[in-house]
């Protein structure tokens, strides 16, 4: 199989279309299978991994190193991990501890985690965090610059004001989103007028190709729709969940065999779900704190 790839933007870098999410890769509880899933997704041409220093209190972060440290891989992944500080101490223990976790020397892409609350970018500005990640860069600690958000565009906009040069925006794309508090109309186009790379997730809404999101246990859609709708739209690549062999096949023979999504059938679709997309019943991400990482709740101040 041969996975397709496409540029990711302003860093010219070939991506696989699919991503290996790096959360559900640390919720397998037997760490020789995690590795060979990871190893079984580079075989197959997924060239593109993801991670979050909070991800399973670092335990995603240390499977993926120790996947990665072996047979040359790591220098066939394009290795994505995030930064969940919002400060300059913080952004700068989570940079080392990522470094040290991942056995690498340089993280291709570092990205603001989880930019969720409306106060996310000013404290990402105000108290350091963006400095420390333009020095880590200027440093070749890392070498290009994103941020992540599920919550709502206006704080992904406000995000994107903060500085001129981000490459990479991660975001919800999905069948109900272009109805919901919507990347795909509000966000998308500002990303594309900076060459911002757009990345999507929650393309079911959450969850994976076996258990099913929200989108797909809602019957709205099958998740053979959700990730071919996702991948049709302007997107560099999709994360997708993986948590098991069968998940990563489901996947990966999705993406090699992936050709746009007609436009009666897009149509189709998008007529199909619209009754139950637009309250956001589907897409919980977006409008509760279920879907909101501990380590930045308890950063704002809620409770776990």
């Known amino acids: ?5 496409r540029v990711l933007g302003k860093t010219g870098a070939n991506v696989s279309i699919i991503c290996l999410g790096g959360w559900h890769i640390g919720s397998v509880n037997d760490d020789a299978e995690s590795e060979r899933i990871m190893h079984a997704a580079i075989d197959h041409g997924v060239t593109f991994f993801d991670n979050a220093w909070d991800y399973h209190e670092g335990r995603s972060e240390e499977l993926m190193g120790k996947a990665l440290a072996t047979g040359g891989r790591r220098q066939k992944v394009f290795l994505m991990t995030k930064n969940c500080g919002r400060d300059a101490e913080h952004s700068r223990q989570h940079l080392e501890d990522s470094l040290r976790r991942l056995k690498t020397d340089v993280i291709d892409l570092w990205q603001f985690h989880e930019i969720n609350y409306d106060n996310d970018p000013e404290w990402i500005v105000e108290r350091g ?6 020095e880590a860069q200027k440093a070749g600690k890392i070498r290009y610059l994103g941020f992540t958000g599920h919550k709502a565009p206006h704080i992904l906009l406000k995000m994107l004001a903060t500085h001129d040069n981000y490459d990479t925006c991660q975001l919800p ?7 919901y508090r919507s990347s795909i109309h509000e966000v998308m186009p500002a990303l594309r007028a900076k060459n911002v790379a757009a990345i999507g997730m929650k393309s079911l809404g959450g969850g994976n190709m076996e258990t099913g999101g929200k989108i797909v246990a809602g019957g709205a859609a099958t998740a053979d729709e959700c990730i071919r709708f996702a991948l049709s739209q302007d997107i560099a690549s999709l994360v997708v969940g993986v948590d098991s062999m069968k998940v990563l096949m489901q996947d990966v ?3 090699d065999n992936f050709k746009p999504m007609p436009k009666d059938e897009t149509d189709a679709l998008l007529a199909r779900v619209k009754l139950v997309a637009g309250d956001g019943r589907l897409e919980p991400s977006k409008s509760t704190q279920h ?3 501990p380590y930045h709740r ?7």
Do not use: K
Request: aromatic letters at 12%.
């Open 253 to 255: 023979g999705i993406a």
């Open 129 to 134: 965090a963006l400095a420390v990640a333009l």
């Open 291 to 293: 879907y909101d990482g």
């Open 1 to 5: 199989m041969s996975i397709p790839t």
């Open 298 to 304: 308890r950063q704002h101040g809620f409770a776990e």
């Open 173 to 179: 794309v999905n069948v109900c989103d272009y109805f």
